[in-house]
């Protein structure tokens, strides 16, 4: 069992930065897949960015170059440092944990907007 929470969204001006941070407890998280989601109204939730046990990351096209995931695994924490945040990255962003199961945070609010 994984419990994960997010934290560090907010209402940000075009051209700004946030950093997204999740930090996970309860089962053994360096094992385990990290991903951020985001949901917008009206649109299913999509794939932001994974990080696996080893490093290697991926992106959605939407984001590249502008986004980067990383985790620390002596935290238990995963972060979404966020550069360059345009209106559509507006949504609601989900940490996930993909490993025995799939465990998903409550999300976190990033309204992007001047």
């Known amino acids: 069992q994984v419990q994960l929470v997010e934290s560090g969204g907010g209402l940000v001006q075009p051209g700004g930065s946030l950093r997204l941070s999740c930090a996970a407890s309860?089962?053994?998280?360096?094992?385990?897949?990290m991903g951020w989601y985001r949901q917008a109204p009206g649109k299913q939730r999509e794939l932001v960015a994974t990080?696996?046990?080893?490093?290697?990351?991926n992106y959605a096209d939407s984001v590249k170059g502008r986004f980067t995931i990383s985790r620390d695994n002596a935290k238990k924490t995963v972060y979404l440092q966020m550069n360059s945040l345009k209106p559509e990255d507006t949504a609601a962003y989900y940490c996930n944990a993909l490993g025995s199961g799939s465990y998903w945070g409550q999300g976190t609010q990033v309204t992007v907007s001047s």
């Open positions: 309860g089962s053994i998280f360096s094992r385990y897949v």
């Open positions: 990080i696996t046990n080893g490093g290697n990351t």
